[in-house]
């Protein structure tokens, strides 16, 4: 693990030292050894690992995560004449292959990394992220000052950056309970995407390009038998899982009582010799009885040592500041508590830690893709198809009648009702109590645009496939990578899947799916690879969506404390949520299921408020109690 970041200064009589602060605050991915290069009004700096250099010292490279095909790329290289290595690091080996491939080395590796890579003779940075997005990198830019880094604690803890809320992106986050795509709660800030490369010249011009492209292979169906893909699903699997084990150590396991996790610990276990193995589950108290027994049988049947740690209503509340601090970003997403503590557990037994993470969205495992939860009725499925065959005729005939129109039909003609209904369904806020929640961010959010960033979509032949390809580009990495890979790396554990491999992503994208999917068929080529390992009563639970998850732990008081303080906080002072609609969803936590889910989020983003807006960036998490730190806000008011 490690950190990276950098800075470039509009001249060379404005450099004023600001990685420093930023390697201060990313000291949790890496506190040693740390390292700084400086070139004119260039600075680069990583802790965690040395920064990498080519033999004649023009080509810098600061590396976060690992290249997971390096025996491959050493021998392209070898094979091409190249020299060996000067040293046998990942970063040197993206230098060697960047000096013989250009800017397409990216197309080369597989791996979970954020780069950022200095070419002194061509006077450019390159940054690039990972296929899937999870290793993150942020980054800003204003008045010839470029900033970026691991965290966006980093980029905020130089002084440089407004601490200024992203209203859009807040919008954003009520929606979805997350922040999606290149958005992030801090106005100016930006993510790069998954599968991108951004190239800065010292000249201010700056570019951001693919350097892969996920819909091309949904696009691409196979044609083998269903015996040949589950053949080659069993090779892919055994490769990523060996191409990542660590050389010695325990390795630790996340069963979650799904099929990917039980696939990824029998891979283990298969692949395995001499190394300790054990597997960690986490549930919530009253809530995942059914997941914590099927991980039971998991454990069991494969005879590995199990840790299941059982999470209360006080435990739930206890290190949120915590929690909160090391996110980065706000996300709704209550399994983040379960996530704090199997990394936590997992990390006093091992460094290295692997989970089922994708498998549902790249294989069809969860029930929120089948026909049973998409509920949309034949008549929408009918508007669709009409809009998709006439609008070639109508558009331009309301164009000659009246523009505004015509514009109006063509962006209903862009949104298929089976997406638009999908993400209304499983929205955190969904338009309706968005609007009513708060009147003025839900102007700032309009889930049609949103859609239309997906024109992929469209063009993915089946039902499941496009609605695969919206959650792989959102929900997979912006809510459940994201909090795997900042919790884990908080506890100093090095997580990973063997579902998120670049060759096992895009062949389980090329595999056929049907318009409409029953329960029963859900990750249908995963169960077949595992009838003659795991029970059919495991193979076939259903994965389905807890809309109302934890709904009855709202009136709990560890937890209602909290929630009563917020109509003080800083969302309603300044108009972002309607403190009469929080006083009313308050009176309602005795009798609406619903109640949780609205109070929790709005606490976790008062939470992100108080500790990245309202205050100084600080090194660490804050030693404050989550009641301490809204408790300034009610004195307030009071």
């Excluded at 999870?134 to 691991?150: D, M, Q, R």
């Excluded at 892969?212 to 892919?236: C, E, G, I, R």
Aim: glycine share 6%; proline share 5%; net charge neutral.
């Amino acid at each position: 693990m490690s950190g990276i970041a950098g800075v470039l200064y509009p001249d060379v009589f404005q450099v004023n030292n600001l990685v420093s602060p930023m390697l201060d605050t990313l000291g949790h991915r890496g506190k040693s050894p740390r390292d700084l290069y400086t070139f004119r009004n260039v600075q680069l700096g990583i802790c965690g690992q040395k920064m990498a250099a080519n033999a004649h010292k023009t080509i810098y490279c600061a590396l976060d995560g690992s290249i997971s095909n390096r025996k491959q790329i050493l021998s392209d290289l070898v094979s091409l004449g190249i020299d060996p290595l000067t040293e046998n690091t990942d970063a040197h080996l993206i230098i060697a292959a960047y000096e013989t491939w250009g800017t397409e080395f990216l197309e080369q590796l597989n791996g979970d990394f954020a780069i950022a890579l200095f070419d002194q003779k061509s006077e450019l940075l390159l940054l690039a992220r990972d296929r899937v997005g999870v290793k993150p990198l942020y980054w800003y830019h204003s008045h010839n000052t470029f900033i970026f880094g691991s965290e966006l604690k980093a980029l905020l803890a130089t002084g440089a950056i407004p601490q200024t809320l992203a209203e859009d992106a807040i919008s954003s986050y009520l929606y979805f309970g997350f922040i999606p795509q290149d958005l992030t709660p801090i106005q100016g800030v930006s993510k790069l995407l998954p599968g991108y490369t951004l190239i800065f010249k010292l000249d201010q011009s700056m570019s951001i390009t693919p350097y892969w492209s996920l819909s091309a292979f949904f696009q691409n169906t196979h044609k083998d038998s269903p015996q040949q893909l589950v053949k080659q699903l069993d090779h892919l699997i055994t490769d990523s899982i060996r191409i990542r084990l660590p050389g010695e150590g325990p390795i630790g396991s996340f069963v979650s009582g799904g099929i990917g996790s039980a696939c990824t610990a029998y891979y283990l276990q298969k692949e395995t010799k001499n190394q300790p193995l054990e597997i960690f589950t986490a549930g919530f108290v009253g809530h995942n009885d059914s997941d914590i027994t099927a991980a039971r049988e998991v454990a069991a049947t494969l005879s590995i040592q199990q840790q299941v740690i059982t999470i209360s209503p006080k435990q739930m509340v206890d290190k949120l500041p915590s929690v909160v601090w090391y996110l980065d970003e706000p996300v709704a997403d209550p399994n983040v508590i379960a996530t704090w503590n199997l990394t936590k557990s997992a990390s006093l037994f091992t460094k290295n830690v692997f989970s089922g993470m994708g498998s549902d969205e790249f294989l069809a495992g969860h029930s929120r893709y089948t026909a049973g939860e998409q509920q949309v009725s034949p008549w929408e499925t009918y508007v669709s198809s009409l809009m998709t065959h006439s609008k070639k005729f109508i558009i331009p005939l309301l164009k000659l009648i009246w523009e505004p129109l015509a514009f109006s039909y063509l962006k209903q003609t862009r949104t298929d009702p089976w997406q638009f209904s999908y993400m209304q369904r499983n929205a955190a806020f969904d338009l309706k109590t968005l609007k009513a929640a708060s009147p003025y961010l839900s102007k700032l959010f309009d889930p049609e645009v949103f859609l239309h960033k997906f024109h992929h979509m469209q063009r993915i032949n089946n039902t499941v496939g496009a609605l695969q390809y919206l959650d792989i580009k959102t929900r997979l990495v912006d809510c459940y990578i994201h909090q795997y890979e900042r919790l884990s790396t908080a506890h100093g554990v090095t997580w990973q899947s063997p579902f998120l491999d670049r060759d096992l992503i895009e062949f389980a994208a090329g595999l056929p799916e049907p318009n409409n999917l029953e329960e029963i068929n859900t990750a249908s080529i995963l169960k077949e690879l595992l009838k003659h390992t795991f029970s059919k009563q495991l193979l076939n639970r259903p994965k389905r969506t807890r809309q109302n998850f934890l709904g009855d732990w709202a009136p709990l008081p560890p937890i209602l404390e909290l929630f009563h303080r917020l109509p003080y906080g800083s969302l309603v002072e300044t108009g972002m949520i309607s403190s009469t609609w929080l006083k009313e969803r308050l009176k309602e936590v005795h009798s609406s299921a619903q109640v949780f889910r609205y109070l929790w989020s709005i606490l976790m983003l008062e939470l992100w408020v108080q500790i990245y807006v309202n205050r100084r960036i600080e090194t660490g998490p804050p030693e404050q109690s989550a009641v301490e730190l809204l408790k300034h806000s009610l004195q307030a008011k009071e």
